[in-house]
């Protein structure tokens, strides 16, 4: 088990955290100009992030902003007319030093859940992959992991690895619809992995689900999740 320190999904929260802050920053100062922030996505990673923010200003018109990093920070805007404006805002915009985010508040009350997480993600081979985290507006957290080493190599076709995983946190995530591979972990959690691999690379996603469903029973000391019934 990974302790907070080690975490693979901290560690990608905790690499993009000041970027979060400058991005909370722009909707402070969007805010001094009448305009609302109505909803907004995060999308974060090791080297790099996208936040999407969909604005409203007094007048009613309504647009989208984004913020993102793939080489250097960035903004847009769905209507052309306000790119300039974006640009200039974000520039200004400064994060108070030793600031806490309002955006990382329901992530950091998912210690438990993201424990979960970094059980199944420790059997995973982590130089061969993408692992991405989500933060939405309305409490909710997407973690997705994807493996899809020499999948589209023609040199590699017994050798090759197709694991794709997600891991949804939020409130009432048990009522949410269930698709094929998908399990129900508790009431905020619902994990679904789904591994194509060539047969030698065949099992990882088996382990992650078997780590998920451990991790949980030694919490509540029942048994909640039997490797052996995953498909």
């Given amino acids: 088990m990974h302790s907070s320190a080690q975490s693979i999904v901290h ?3 905790n690499a993009q ?8 920053a722009l909707v402070q100062l969007l805010a001094q100009q009448g305009i609302t ?4 996505t995060i999308e974060l990673w090791k080297t ?5 923010l969909k604005v409203k200003e007094k007048t009613g018109v309504i647009y989208t902003v984004g913020v993102q990093c793939y080489t250097q920070d960035e903004t847009y805007a769905s209507l052309q007319s306000k790119e300039a404006f974006i640009e200039k805002m974000f520039a200004q915009a400064n994060q108070a030093s030793g600031q806490r985010s309002h955006w990382l508040r329901f992530f950091e009350t998912q210690a438990p859940q993201v424990a979960i997480v970094d059980a199944a993600l420790a059997v995973c081979d982590q130089s061969r992959h993408q692992t991405t985290v989500t933060i939405y507006s309305e409490n909710r957290v997407k973690i997705k992991y994807t493996n899809h080493w020499n999948a589209k190599s023609l040199k590699h076709k017994t050798n090759y690895y197709m694991i794709d995983a997600h891991f949804d946190i939020a409130a009432g995530a048990h009522n949410l619809r269930k698709m ?4 129900v972990f508790g009431k905020t959690m619902k994990v ?3 591994d194509g691999s060539s047969k030698q690379n065949r099992g990882c996603g088996n382990r992650m689900l078997a780590n998920s469903g ?3 029973s030694n919490k509540t000391k029942t048994n909640i999740f ?5 498909p």
Avoid at 48 to 52: I, L, M
Avoid at 226 to 230: K, Q, Y
């Fill in 37 to 40: 922030v109505t909803d907004w």
């Fill in 226 to 230: 039997s490797p052996s019934t995953i």
């Fill in 48 to 52: 790099g992030y996208e936040a999407t």
């Fill in 214 to 216: 451990n991790c949980i």
């Fill in 192 to 194: 679904g992995v789904s």
């Fill in 180 to 183: 094929r591979n998908e399990f």
């Fill in 17 to 24: 955290k000041n970027k979060i802050l400058r991005i909370e």
């Fill in 11 to 13: 560690s990608i929260v």
